[in-house]
């Protein structure tokens, strides 16, 4: 199993690239089921999910093709003919972005038959808020042996109103509503910038959609799509994964191939912690000059903190003089990576969704567990500042959504190094 080792105290200098964003791909790669077309897709990470996913439609009947060489960040999809549409628990378990293959399904073939996804450690993800909405376009959904049915002639349009945001839940029913008879309004929708990438996808195929990023969003649905090349959206927690380290370690940094309007929250709140941005067009300079202040968050729905960055921004928040408030307001376990920066020599007490960091503290090198995505992050950020050597166990959580991420920060100056093969030998 993968470990990574980090020597930490070595501020980060240079520039850094930041990849196609995994949580805009996996639902992109998703909608190719609705034509029969070929279907080209730009900026794809070279990630584990993405992996995973062309795996789960290859299932199906589809051909998948991931690029390589000077075609690697591109992925040619066809689903000309779904021969299986079925996602199988043996694919879903390891990634819950398989669901969003119902809605495209059903659409497409009208039946799907979908294996109920396991949460992920950070908490249960319930997909009912997806069923509910299909159940309203007409779908016959059952369940049974761990798996979800749904079946119907045709799709119709049908007035949906999520009882809570959800960000998957939008983007399956919006697969869903581009081939439903009539029209379908959806309200209380998902703003991310990833629902509005694959809103963009699904135009480029002859989708009728409007206000794709707001709260409400209408279609009008059409009888066919078509094939689209289409160039996936950078990734934004990558690129604030980046700002941190290069705040966190002290150095001058330049975050490359990002777009800084995705990341209105994240660079407000580093900015009150007093780390000096200097934001362009698609790239963002991140320098800590003094002392680090420490400032209250609370994650929330686009265009707030996002959740996926709290971990990294609790890592930040170790080295700001003061006390921070960190509340988690999206997910119900997602402080797994408190013990271990604690191990590290971090002075943080939760209580509920709430942690208290009492700052500036010495982080020391430990063996530590990686136990989610973005938990992982957080602790190679802490890394990257401890005294002496520290090994991160698990790093296969990592490579789930962060490509290479050893060999970019290697390339700006960190000591890091990966042991272990990442994949075996074909």
Do not use: W
């Amino acid at each position: 199993m993968d470990k990574f080792v980090v020597r930490g105290g070595n501020p980060l200098l240079g520039t850094i690239k930041v990849s196609g964003a995994k949580n805009s791909a996996l639902p992109c790669m998703a909608a190719a089921i609705l034509t029969e077309d070929e279907v080209i897709l730009e900026n794809i990470p070279q990630v584990r999910d993405i992996e995973t996913e062309r795996k789960l439609l290859e299932a199906m009947g589809a051909t998948c093709e991931l690029g390589y060489g000077r075609a690697q960040h591109r992925t040619t999809i066809q689903c000309a003919v779904l021969s299986d549409p079925e996602a199988k628990y043996e694919i879903v378990k390891t990634m819950r972005a398989s669901s969003l293959v119902l809605g495209p399904l059903v659409a497409r073939t009208g039946m799907a038959r979908v294996a109920v996804p396991g949460g992920c450690a950070i908490g249960g993800r319930p997909i009912d808020l997806h069923l509910k909405g299909l159940e309203l376009m007409g779908a016959n959904i059952t369940q049974e042996h761990g798996y979800i049915e749904a079946r119907t002639e045709r799709l119709k349009g049908a007035h949906i109103l999520f009882d809570k945001i959800t960000v998957t839940g939008t983007e399956d029913l919006l697969m869903a509503a581009v081939l439903a008879d009539g029209e379908t309004v959806m309200e209380n929708c998902a703003q991310e910038p990833e629902v509005t990438d694959l809103a963009a996808m699904l135009a480029g195929m002859g989708a009728q959609i409007q206000g794709a990023g707001s709260s409400t969003i209408r279609v009008q649905g059409v009888s066919k799509l078509h094939g689209v090349k289409h160039r996936i959206n950078p990734d934004r927690i990558e690129a604030g994964t980046f700002l941190v380290a290069g705040a966190i370690s002290g150095g001058d940094l330049n975050v490359d191939c990002c777009n800084p309007q995705h990341l209105a929250a994240v660079i407000a709140k580093l900015e009150e912690c007093g780390v000096r941005l200097d934001v362009g067009k698609d790239s963002i300079r991140v320098r800590s000059e003094g002392k680090l202040k420490a400032a209250d968050m609370a994650t929330v729905e686009y265009p707030g903190f996002p959740t996926d960055m709290q971990a990294q921004f609790m890592a930040l928040a170790t080295q700001c003089e003061g006390t921070s408030v960190v509340t988690e307001n999206i997910f119900e376990n997602r402080f797994m990576h408190v013990s271990e920066l604690s191990r590290m020599g971090a002075n943080i007490k939760v209580d509920g969704r709430t942690a208290t960091v009492r700052g500036k503290t010495p982080l020391q090198s430990a063996a530590v567990m990686c136990s989610d995505l973005r938990a992982s992050a957080s602790l190679v950020l802490a890394a990257l500042i401890a005294d002496g050597e520290t090994i991160l166990d698990r790093v296969y959580h990592i490579d789930r959504g962060y490509e290479r991420i050893e060999e970019k920060l290697r390339g700006v100056g960190a000591q890091i190094r990966r042991m272990g093969e990442v994949f075996g030998k074909r």
